[in-house]
């Protein structure tokens, strides 16, 4: 497995194997590694020739200083990982290596960074559209793994791609959960152990709220239920629960087609912000 930290080294090696005609499969991540992400580089493994998975925490895409500074950083285990996991190429870059200078270009993905992470998070969607478009100018990858954990920032790179015609597939991979049902996430390593044990509610919540909408369909009866199963657990603060379309993410009046509907949560238990989905 090859590691590179600098732009330069990583395109004269990348350059070999795209003039071999081989398929670059890319995995963007901010590191602290965990089944989640190696999920992402096994559909990699699946699809391309060789695998790059870059590990960079974007300063620009966290809007609180706090979850920035907080955010973990295990480089060495996850490089460890990683190649276990039979990935070909890893890029961590310094932010220096990333931003000479601070971009001046702004983005902004109309409707879609009007509702949820985009509402709860101002300037989130520009910085994940920023690094993605810098990264995908870099790698220049065939096919680009994306967790449907952040089904939003699915539907941001999707735009990004579509608008400024990058030459690359988007590739949507399922959420991996633990035994309990949460949703694997970096940020779960900073929960006590107390937290952890709470963490599953966003997914018993998202449950619920999934069989009640199998039911009958209404999407209040779903919503207030949501805000009652959080109401006597005061050690969440619900930032939103939303039933939106899973390709646009607008809100939904109704049940969708088939494999349409989204539920969306976040929520802060102690420091740790959590977010989670199921698309039915
Ligand atoms: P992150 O390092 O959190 O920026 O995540 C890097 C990529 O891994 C993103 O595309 C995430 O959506 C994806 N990812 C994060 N957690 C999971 C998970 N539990 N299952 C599948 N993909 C995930």
């Keep these: 497995m090859y590691v590179f930290e600098t732009i330069i080294a990583l395109k004269q090696h990348l350059d070999q194997h795209r003039k071999g005609d081989q398929r670059i499969g890319f995995v963007p991540t901010m590191g602290a590694l965990h089944e989640g992400h190696l999920s992402l580089l096994q559909a990699a493994q699946e699809q391309s020739d060789i695998r790059v998975c870059s590990i960079f925490v974007n300063p620009t895409q966290f809007n609180n ?17 990683l190649e276990e996991a039979g990935c070909d ?13 601070q971009p001046l270009l702004t983005l902004s993905f109309g409707d879609l960074e009007t509702v949820m992470e985009g509402a709860f998070r101002p300037g989130h969607f520009n910085g994940v559209g920023i690094v993605v478009g810098k990264l995908f100018n870099i790698v220049q990858p065939h096919y680009a793994y994306f967790g449907q954990k952040d089904l939003q920032q699915v539907a941001v790179v999707k735009r990004l791609v579509r608008d400024l015609s990058f030459p690359v597939d988007i590739v949507r991979c399922p959420i991996l959960r633990e035994p309990d049902g949460l949703a694997m996430s970096s940020r779960n390593r900073n929960l006590t152990p107390d937290e952890r044990q709470q963490a599953t509610e966003l997914y018993n919540a998202l449950t619920l709220a999934q069989s009640l909408l199998q039911e009958d369909g209404d999407l209040a009866r779903a919503k207030d239920a949501v805000a009652n199963h959080f109401a006597q657990k005061p050690q969440f603060q619900l930032e939103y629960f939303e039933i939106a379309n899973a390709d646009t993410l607008q809100p939904a009046e109704q049940l969708q087609a088939p494999g349409m509907t989204a539920l969306c949560i976040a929520a802060q238990l102690g420091k740790v912000r959590l977010i989670d989905n199921l698309v039915f």
């Design 65 to 81: 200083p706090d979850d920035l500074a907080r955010y973990p950083r295990t480089l060495d285990a996850d490089l460890k990982l």
């Design 89 to 101: 190429v890893v890029f961590a870059p310094s932010v220096q290596e990333m931003y000479i200078s």
